[in-house]
């Protein structure tokens, strides 16, 4: 029995103690130091090492990648690996892990861009009933072909728009025969069969489905790498208006936009530019995908001239500060203006997510003009201390005046671009 109260004393007392050990001051200071600082190499910049309570920093040495200012900052002198060492009371706790980047540079956007989409296949969109001899009846629906599949073939034909459906419709209605229907649902691939009816009141088959192959719409350029002609835009996936899905796209343009006035936000209700473009006209480049992060492709016409159209450099999420920042936009016709904004949180990410930063807009003019983040903003580019550090992505429906913010490093990952690329290579 005394051993068995031995034992269960012993198990409360290292319960207690793993319990407890968060809250030791040590323990505090060891785990609230990072692991590993991730920096670009851009023109030596000063390097303010994360404060962390208890604990003084010292460099553990000046190497040919990075040199001590003091013992709380470094710059950097050329990219490749060092490492520096946190101290408490002249005692080293944690060796740190320094990776310094090559300066990567990317141009600013804040154009409004025309966004053409092509779907792949023929997506569906809806039902609805026809009057036939036996009654009204969707032929769509009883086939359980759903709002929101894809339909990629019909009778093995290979479907890219909706009239190439029509004449196959009417072949099939005309010879009393079924048609194969292959759709992508999800990931799934199925296959369906669907009679057409007749319509009796317009004398005409039908096949009780209502489908779209193309959507349209308006969104602002974040940024162009003048070096790979890639671009990202938008911030978010664009999704059917109707089924709330993600479109998946065959095709897509993107073109000049005209920004011709501006509906306001208010509480419970968002506002939106209103703008035109052309979907005739000579697209500036291509949209290759739709992602969470935004739409991205290849610019292969200039931009419209802004004073930010110069490479600037980017920043990691972890080197985002709480605080001032401003976001590029245009309000009227093609003018790319910067107005203030506040970062009011940032969340350091070392995997892809989204709604990385909330942000407010405090520059009066622009909530003057739109009341805060309207539709048609999302792609805006974030700009702090000199560098693109993200893109507005999504407003707060109950308050328009602040919304999120995704990282700019996920845009470039999608767009293709590695950062990281270069350092492997060193490595």
């Known amino acids: 029995m005394k051993k068995i109260n031995i034992r269960a004393a012993l198990g409360i007392l290292l319960l207690v103690t793993f319990l407890s050990m968060p809250f030791i001051k040590p323990i505090q200071t060891y785990l609230a130091i990072p692991g590993h600082i991730t920096v670009f190499n851009n023109d030596q910049e000063t390097i303010n090492l994360p404060e962390v309570k208890h604990a003084t920093t010292a460099v553990a040495q000046s190497d040919r990648v990075i040199e001590a200012m003091d013992t709380s900052k470094f710059k950097t002198l050329d990219q490749g690996k060092s490492n520096i060492v946190y101290q408490v009371a002249n005692i080293p706790v944690k060796k740190v892990n320094v990776d310094v980047l090559k300066d990567y540079k990317v141009i600013p956007g804040g154009q409004s861009v025309g966004v053409n989409l092509q779907t792949l296949g023929v997506l569906v969109v809806g039902h609805h009933l026809i009057s036939t001899e036996e009654g009204e009846k969707s032929p769509g629906e009883n086939a359980d072909i759903q709002v929101g599949d894809i339909i990629t073939k019909v009778n093995d034909k290979q479907i890219k728009n909706m009239e190439e459906i029509t004449p196959l419709v009417n072949k099939a209605g005309e010879s009393n025969k079924p048609l194969q229907f292959t759709i992508k649902r999800d990931e799934k691939t199925l296959e369906k069969e669907l009679t057409p009816a007749l319509d009796k009141d317009e004398d005409a088959y039908r096949i009780g489905l209502y489908i779209r192959d193309s959507a349209a719409g308006i969104g602002t350029m974040t940024f162009y790498d003048p070096k790979t002609k890639k671009y990202g835009a938008l911030g978010h996936v664009i999704s059917d208006m109707d089924t709330k899905k993600p479109i998946q796209i065959n095709e897509g343009s993107i073109v000049k936009s005209s920004i011709k006035d501006i509906k306001k936000g208010n509480n419970g209700l968002p506002g939106e530019k209103q703008a035109t473009f052309s979907a005739d006209k000579e697209p500036l480049g291509t949209i290759t995908k739709n992602t969470p992060f935004g739409v991205f492709g290849?610019?292969?016409?200039?931009?419209?001239?802004?004073?930010?159209?110069?490479?600037?450099?980017?920043?990691?999420?972890?080197?985002?500060?709480?605080?001032?920042?401003?976001?590029?936009?245009?309000?009227?016709?093609?003018?790319?203006?910067?107005?203030?904004?506040?970062?009011?949180?940032?969340?350091v990410q070392k995997n892809p997510a989204t709604k990385g930063m909330i942000i407010k807009v405090t520059d009066e003019e622009l909530l003057e003009k739109t009341g805060g983040i309207v539709q048609g903003m999302s792609g805006s580019p974030i700009i702090q201390n000199g560098k693109l550090i993200g893109a507005v992505t999504h407003v707060f429906v109950n308050d328009p005046t602040s919304g999120y913010g995704v990282h700019i490093e996920w845009m470039l990952q999608e767009s293709g671009i590695d950062i990281y690329d270069e350092q492997k290579q060193a490595s």
Not at 301 to 330: C, F, H, R, Y
Request: glycine fraction near 2%; proline fraction near 4%; aromatic fraction near 4%.
């Open 298 to 347: 290849e610019i292969n016409k200039k931009l419209q001239d802004s004073k930010w159209n110069k490479p600037m450099p980017i920043a990691l999420s972890d080197q985002v500060e709480l605080g001032k920042a401003q976001l590029l936009t245009v309000v009227e016709e093609e003018k790319v203006e910067a107005f203030d904004i506040e970062i009011v949180n940032s969340v």
